[in-house]
């Protein structure tokens, strides 16, 4: 019982830091069209970008680690799961919303 309420924390640790990677790349593009005083490109594109960057080089990590003594190679592919591929597919999903929301707000008018 107690591993799987730690496996629940530390998914939403992945999702937390991966939201985080996310708003960083937003504003750094936020920042970056600030400065040039024009749209140069879209936040959320580039903060989702900045997300399958961090997420690739993390899932290499994951899988070209050595395992730890006496388990299977199965445990690196529930890992690279619970914590690359979960969170990044929580991010793109409120992506898509929120994305789908603002077009939809943007026709009404």
Do not use: C
Not at 11 to 16: F, H, M, P, R, W
Not at 24 to 48: C, E, K, M, S, W
Not at 56 to 77: C, D, R
Request: net charge neutral.
């Amino acid at each position: 019982m107690y591993d799987k309420l730690i496996d629940l924390l530390t998914s939403v640790g992945a999702l937390i830091f991966y939201t985080v990677i996310y708003f960083l790349g937003y504003f750094a593009i936020h920042g970056l069209n600030l400065i040039a005083d024009r749209r140069l490109l879209n936040r959320r594109i580039a903060g989702l970008i900045v997300v399958f960057f961090v997420a690739v080089f993390h899932g290499y990590k994951i899988i070209s680690s050595p395992l730890p003594a006496g388990e299977e190679a199965e445990v690196a592919i529930y890992a690279l799961g619970y914590y690359v591929i979960f969170p990044v597919a929580v991010i793109v999903g409120v992506f898509l919303y929120l994305t789908w929301q603002e077009k939809k707000d943007n026709e009404s008018l």
